[in-house]
């Protein structure tokens, strides 16, 4: 997945769920106008660092005009010696800022922690180790999906993903220890993400609202945080004073 990789971009993303049916319903639909990307299927891993209070994330679920979010992605379970990639995400206004390096998997803690040479990874680098520097976060959630995705015929910047399969764990946070865990979604939901450069076209706009899908604010961090951890939090906290 390292070749032809964007490091830096700007662009708008708009999210829905759906169920199979909606999903091949609207894939008939849409086949004249997109094409499977080169990669066709795969899985994605992440982890998600945050602050040992979870600030970033609270915050983020209140909708700020601006939020921020640090996170590690591999495309499958890599090795130590694999390219994995630091994602540095931003969104304003809704619109959505990313700017990430790649390095080997082993890297990334030393990295993180100020144990590298700091101009190695040039101006985005730098920007990651000053956000770290700021909010001093740590690894705390694992979430991986599967995804199919596509790319436009006529315009190769539309971009049109499809993931099920989404599950999550707190424990093991090494993209090296498999893509195992628990589901996050039920299996009758998928997500779809449009990413484009601006505007919606026109045909797709139609295409959505005739067939009924409309736009969700849908967060895989977020509902992870909100479903799981503070419920697993709760019930910890109520053991703790019935004991």
């Known amino acids: 997945m390292a070749n032809n990789i964007l490091y830096s971009f700007k662009r708008y993303e708009k999210k829905y769920l759906l169920t199979p049916y909606s999903q091949i319903d609207l894939l008939r639909q849409l086949q004249p106008y997109i094409q499977e990307d080169a990669y066709g299927k795969y899985t994605i891993c992440n982890i998600y660092y945050d602050t040992d209070d979870w600030h970033l994330i609270r915050e983020s679920i209140e909708k700020p005009v601006y939020k921020e979010k640090l996170r590690v992605r591999s495309y499958g379970t890599p090795t130590e ?50 956000f770290q520097g700021v909010h001093k976060t740590v690894p705390k959630v694992f979430i991986a999906y599967d995804r199919i995705a596509f790319t436009g015929r006529e315009d190769a910047n539309l971009r049109i993903t499809f993931d099920t399969n989404m599950r999550w764990r707190d424990t093991d946070l090494d993209l090296c220890m498999g893509d195992y865990g628990t589901p996050l979604l039920s299996t009758d939901q998928i997500l779809m993400e449009i990413k484009m450069p601006g505007s919606c076209p026109l045909w797709l706009s139609r295409m959505l609202s005739e067939a009924g899908i409309y736009p969700t604010s849908f967060s895989k961090y977020g509902k992870c945080y909100c479903d799981k951890i503070l419920k697993n939090e709760t019930i910890k906290k109520e053991a703790f004073y019935c004991a």
């Not at 809704?94 to 922690?113: A, C, D």
């Open 81 to 130: 010696t694999d390219t994995v990639f630091i994602e540095l995400k931003r969104k304003c206004n809704g619109t959505v800022y990313k700017r990430r390096i790649s390095t080997e998997e082993y890297i990334v803690e030393p990295f993180l922690y100020g144990l590298q040479e700091e101009n190695r990874y040039g101006q985005i680098g730098q920007e990651i180790l000053w």
